[in-house]
């Protein structure tokens, strides 16, 4: 069951990469690395990573501050439940600003007071209009970050990470990490001629797709 589970989740991850964006006055958020947290007893998935606060129920379409303040600890989910039966949030890992990349840490402290200021906090999630003939190419890698118990691997090993565009380098610097996992994840899905993919995409092509 818990396969079906992870399955819809990524399709949802998968849908908001690909066709929306948040909008927060001038701000313009669009998502690279999404995490997906669910917690709900009546199917039995109960993952141990996810907040469980008020905030995070029947809140579609509003985001939740993981703290108070803004500092490196900090997160920002986008909520998508629609009762107060159970929780569902996508934490906003790697985000684009406006065009600047944003991670995790950052991000509440670029978008809180605007976010503040917003009237109808339920509707800042936006259709792209260009989403149909968006190009995107989207990975799942395991969730990063999280400091599990021994009884927590379960939830850990989970794939429930969705990142779109993982080969593109975002800054002079900066690349969006674990590219070859999510190159896997994305190949696997895909019928291409893969060492000519990751020399056009990644610049190199890792042993174990050479000559495929």
């Known amino acids: 069951e818990n396969t079906v589970i992870i ?40 993952d141990p990573f996810v907040y469980r606060d008020q905030d995070q129920m029947d809140n579609f379409g509003g985001l939740y501050f993981h703290h108070a303040t803004d500092d490196s600890r900090s997160g920002v989910d986008i909520c998508f439940s629609l009762s107060s039966q159970y929780y569902l949030s996508y934490l906003l890992k790697y985000t684009l600003v406006n065009g600047e990349l944003v991670s995790q840490g950052f991000l509440s402290s670029k978008i809180r007071k605007a976010y503040e200021g ?12 260009d989403h149909k003939e968006s190009q995107d190419i989207i990975g799942c890698t395991q969730r990063i970050g999280l400091k599990p118990r021994k009884d927590e691997k379960e939830y850990q090993g989970y794939e429930l ?17 674990q590219i070859e996992r999510l190159t ?16 056009e995409h990644l610049g190199y092509c890792p042993k174990k797709y050479k000559g495929e």
């Open 7 to 46: 399955s819809k989740l990524k399709e949802i991850g998968k849908k908001f990469l690909k066709e929306y964006v948040i909008k927060i006055g001038d701000l313009t958020i669009e998502p690279l690395w999404v995490e997906a947290y669910y917690f709900n007893n009546q199917v039995s998935f109960a």
């Open 118 to 129: 917003v009237e109808d906090k339920k509707h800042i999630l936006v259709k792209k209009s």
């Open 161 to 177: 990470a969705m990142v779109k565009n993982f080969d593109k380098k975002y800054t002079a610097k900066r690349k969006l990490p």
């Open 184 to 199: 896997k994840s994305y190949l696997s899905e895909i019928k291409t001629d893969k060492e000519k993919w990751c020399l």
